[in-house]
């Protein structure tokens, strides 16, 4: 297993790190882009936004193209087609080509997420699966450090060959994708028993453990029904609702929060920033293997919950930058270290196409939240002329996380019940 996680986790972590830059890269071009191309806070955050409309709307269509094809082939077509349209981004000059691109670009990058939380079932025990999915997972802060540590540079470039920053960000962020999907349809096995670097006893035993893992689930009363129907399919998704617009709303203003609160340069935002990153890497990666090590998911998804909620309360209450923009920073830190044990508890109890169907489900409703988060991050800005009622109003949807995760951990146990019940009984 460890050949597995060294041959595949990084791999797929440099996917998603460039997938999570030329998603959100728009908010350090907004620093140069809404100015010249004269977008308000509304437009900018409308055009952020509308990236995961397409994008929740194609989820499970490609979830089951990729069960369908194969991992190799169909996230290669992913990273191809929304490299070349994270670089059309910097063709942009009107609100409707800006809201196009991003609806392109969204439907392009649709299913590699979920696509992934679903191969990772294909190749790791449920009692590994926090960890490969924290350390697949760990490209979302590393992204954020190295977007923060590219960002100055590259809006610095404002005039070489006659195009502003802006356009060089997105230009230089978005051919990697390309490169990238070469390299995927290259090196990237589609399952096990693919993969030439491990021993036919290797690959034996990989499938064997999953097998059996499968065959235990399936043993479970009404596990063969349509994960459409499992309530908490539709439950994980709501909590991924709330959490996402929190996530959204506050990475997409964060440069522009943090250079109205301290007036800092575009470079020492791009360092704190990617600091920030680095750190949620630490988190991330330490609270993902704890959850592990404990066999404990929940609480390690609610506590991170509760301090994000209060953390927002404080950015907004005190205003004076020493303590705002450590507090905003710890939001994100929070986030990156419950990913590992939440993403984790859906695949416990789906499986095989059901897993691909229910895993793109719950990040499908979830997507709806990266829409609503940053249009009304934008709404409340040009509304109130700062960004102080948005922050505060964070800490709801976070509090409406945490009280649906409690109600998934009753679920959860009360299902586990019956199944136990059964199996006496059997």
């Known amino acids: 297993m460890r050949k597995v996680a060294w041959r595949l986790i990084p791999l797929l972590a440099l996917g998603y790190c460039v997938a999570y830059i030329d998603r959100i890269n728009i908010s350090f071009a907004a620093l140069q882009m809404n100015r010249d191309l004269g977008f308000s806070a509304t437009v900018y955050g409308l055009g952020a936004g509308l990236f995961f409309l397409s994008y929740s709307a194609c989820e499970i269509p490609s979830n089951l193209m990729l069960h369908r094809i194969g991992a190799r082939r169909w996230m290669a077509r992913i990273l191809l087609s929304w490299g070349v349209l994270a670089m059309a981004m910097a063709l942009v000059r009107t609100p409707l080509e800006f809201y196009l691109v991003r609806l ?212 907004a209450w005190l205003i004076r930058p020493a303590f705002t923009v450590p507090l905003l920073a710890m939001t994100f830190v929070l986030f990156a270290s419950m990913q590992g044990p939440l993403l984790m508890l859906p695949t416990t109890f789906l499986h095989g196409r059901n897993a691909a169907i229910g895993l793109a489900t719950i990040n499908m409703i979830g997507m709806m939240g990266g829409f609503v988060g940053p249009y009304l991050m934008g709404v409340l800005r040009d509304w109130t002329g700062s960004y102080r009622m948005g922050t505060a109003l964070l800490a709801v949807p976070m509090l409406v996380f945490c009280l649906l995760l409690i109600l998934l951990r009753r679920l959860s146990f009360r299902k586990a019940s019956v199944s136990a019940q059964a199996a006496v009984m059997e």
């Open 104 to 315: 392109l670009l969204g439907a392009a990058e649709a299913g590699f997420f979920p696509g992934v939380l679903y191969y990772l079932t294909l190749w790791f025990p449920a009692s590994m699966r926090a960890r490969a999915i924290s350390r697949f997972y760990v490209a979302l802060p590393l992204s954020t450090a190295i977007m923060g540590a590219l960002a100055g540079g590259l809006l610095g470039m404002q005039g070489t060959l006659r195009l502003a920053g802006w356009q060089w960000l997105f230009l230089l962020e978005g051919l990697p994708a390309i490169l990238l999907s070469l390299v995927f349809l290259r090196l990237l096995p589609d399952r096990p028993a693919d993969a030439t670097w491990l021993l036919r006893e290797q690959k034996q035993e990989i499938e064997a453990v999953l097998g059996w893992e499968a065959d235990q689930a399936a043993a479970i009363p009404g596990a063969g029904a349509s994960p459409l129907r499992d309530l908490r399919v539709w439950l994980f998704g709501f909590a991924n609702t709330v959490m996402l617009a929190v996530l959204y709303a506050f990475t997409f203003s964060a440069p522009v929060i943090f250079q109205n609160a301290t007036h800092w340069s575009v470079d020492r935002i791009g360092n704190f920033i990617s600091a920030m990153g680095l750190v949620g890497v630490i988190a991330m990666v330490g609270n993902g293997w704890h959850s592990d090590r404990t066999g404990e998911r929940f609480g390690h998804a609610m506590l991170p919950g509760f301090l994000q909620a209060a953390a927002f309360l404080g950015a």
